[in-house]
């Protein structure tokens, strides 16, 4: 997948240097030679320059802080989740386990071993992360870039931040959870286009769905204003009551 | 001779004759204030005459939604807010904090000179049930609560021009701290405390949480009745709660 906005960036810099000579000292080696590369590429107009940065596809998978969802990490890292996220190209794992790391660590050492033994299809990544300081909402940002998906429990919070990043949503209700209403969400969600619902216990046909979701998914929040009005907006309904008018 | 107050003044009958009539007269009282809600459209309201509205922030998820819901909200009509937030919870005051930052870098970012009010007080309210507090001691802590919101709910606006307004909008979305101020609010209606109710002050506007999509939460259930808009956000509960007044308006957050 082809990430058009850092490609500019990246181009820029580049003819940037082109311009005005040799990296500052501060530009590692590394990033130096990456940079004449790209300038390289520049000078034969050639497309080498969106391949080089070429960036790729993220699945993003979060448990919820306070009780950790095991038995989603344990799905996710399953041979025929692994299978299905291969089949629709994406390259990056990253699982946020929160207090879960034992189990991560188990089930993550175990999938690798079985892409290392079938090493001559593609390959796929798998990172774990604890927390983050600062919500997710750079996890939600790669994963927007790249096209990818995020896999998510259904905690409300966490649908109402990942929809507003226009990014293909899987969600996994937790049966174990009582007197709970995550599974009436994600049935009501899924029904208006916004996400897709993921059963825990076969993930495989959720992700194969996620491909294309993004082209077809309704946009949230709904439009509240214009032409294309869905909803009145709560803003205008506090205007009502009060008695403002426009 | 003279004769000492009649006896039967203190009888028991007495006493029941009073208690239904207080009775009688404080239901009406309170049918009078109920029906007014749906059959007096608000006045029209110019927009220089500005609003001050108390948001109760019911910690975690409430307050997330809160302030999805509070996204548009318009400054120069919106002048002066009151956060309301549960003691010992320090997210939703940074929450709050941090959304006053992005209204004032709006304002001026704006800077048409109209921008005025950036006022806004945050308050503590003692919590009315703590996580894993026993049940029997729950009517305790909810009373001393119930108590401590009056203090805010009549507490002077800093910067307005009528210091002693009372907040026009109460915004409310959950649970139980939000559930103490609704009731506190309604009492300072019923008795029309600072011409509460005849200034149609403390209008109250709950939101029912969007994670509720066929059945209403606790909260919602024991304020439905008596707050004047009672919004819920997925069709299959339009027309539930108190006097079927669930009223459907989309996904708001």
């Known amino acids: ?246 | 001779m003279t004769t000492s107050p009649p006896s039967h003044t203190l009888t028991l009958s007495f006493l029941l004759a009073l208690l239904s009539t207080l009775l009688t007269a404080a239901l009406l009282r309170l049918h009078t204030l109920l029906s007014s809600q749906s059959h007096n459209p608000p006045k029209t309201r110019p927009k220089t005459n500005q609003a001050r509205v108390l948001i109760v922030l019911g910690s975690g998820g409430h307050t997330h939604e809160m302030f999805y819901l509070l996204r548009g909200l318009d400054t120069r009509k919106y002048a002066t807010r009151d956060y309301v937030v549960s003691s010992g919870d320090a997210f939703s005051g940074v929450r709050a904090r941090e959304f006053e930052e992005t209204l004032q870098a709006k304002r001026n970012g704006e800077e048409d000179g109209e921008g005025g009010g950036g006022d806004y007080t945050i308050h503590s309210l003692p919590r009315a049930r703590r996580i894993h507090q026993p049940l029997y001691t729950t009517p305790v802590s909810a009373l001393r609560s119930f108590v401590a919101a009056f203090p805010i709910l009549l507490s002077r606006s800093p910067g307005s021009s009528a210091a002693d307004a009372l907040p026009d909008l109460v915004l409310a979305n959950g649970p139980g701290t939000a559930v103490i101020l609704v009731y506190a609010a309604l009492l300072l209606r019923f008795f029309d405390i600072r011409r509460a109710e005849s200034e149609r002050k403390l209008r109250i506007v709950y939101v029912e949480s969007f994670a509720r999509v066929r059945t209403l939460s606790l909260s919602a259930r024991l304020v439905g009745w008596c707050v004047d808009r009672f919004l819920v956000q997925w069709e299959g509960l339009e027309g539930k709660g108190g006097r079927g007044r669930g009223e459907f308006c989309g996904i708001l957050v």
């Not at chain 1, 990490?73 to 946020?96: F, H, K, R, W, Y």
């Not at chain 1, 071993?113 to 390959?123: C, I, N, W």
């Open chain 1, 1 to 246: 997948m082809v990430v058009p906005c850092s490609a500019t960036f990246n181009a820029s810099i580049a003819i940037h240097f082109c311009i005005h000579g040799p990296p500052a000292p501060s530009i590692t080696t590394t990033s130096a030679q990456r940079l004449k590369t790209c300038c390289f590429n520049l000078k034969f107009g050639t497309l080498h320059l969106l391949t080089y940065i070429e960036m790729g596809k993220v699945c993003f998978v979060t448990t919820g802080a306070t009780a950790p969802f095991t038995t989603l990490i344990e799905s996710m890292l399953n041979p025929s989740s692994i299978d299905a996220l291969l089949e629709i190209g994406v390259t990056d794992v990253l699982i946020q386990y929160g207090t879960a790391r034992e189990t991560f660590d188990k089930y993550a050492e175990t999938a690798r071993e079985k892409l290392r033994q079938a090493s001559h299809g593609p390959t796929l990544s798998i990172e774990g992360m604890a927390f983050s300081n600062h919500g997710l909402h750079e996890q939600f940002v790669r994963v927007q870039e790249s096209g990818g998906l995020v896999v998510s429990h259904a905690g409300s919070g966490t649908i109402l931040e990942a929809l507003r990043f226009h990014i293909s949503l899987i969600v996994v209700p937790n049966k174990q959870l009582l007197d709970n209403h995550q599974e009436e969400l994600a049935d009501a969600m899924e029904k208006s286009r916004y996400l897709l619902k993921g059963d825990v216990t076969d993930l495989a046909p959720a992700i194969q769905r996620s491909e294309g979701f993004r082209a077809e998914m309704n946009q949230f929040p709904p439009t509240t204003s214009g032409k294309h009005r869905e909803t009145k907006s709560f803003a205008a309904i506090m205007d009502e009551t009060l008695g403002f008018l426009d």
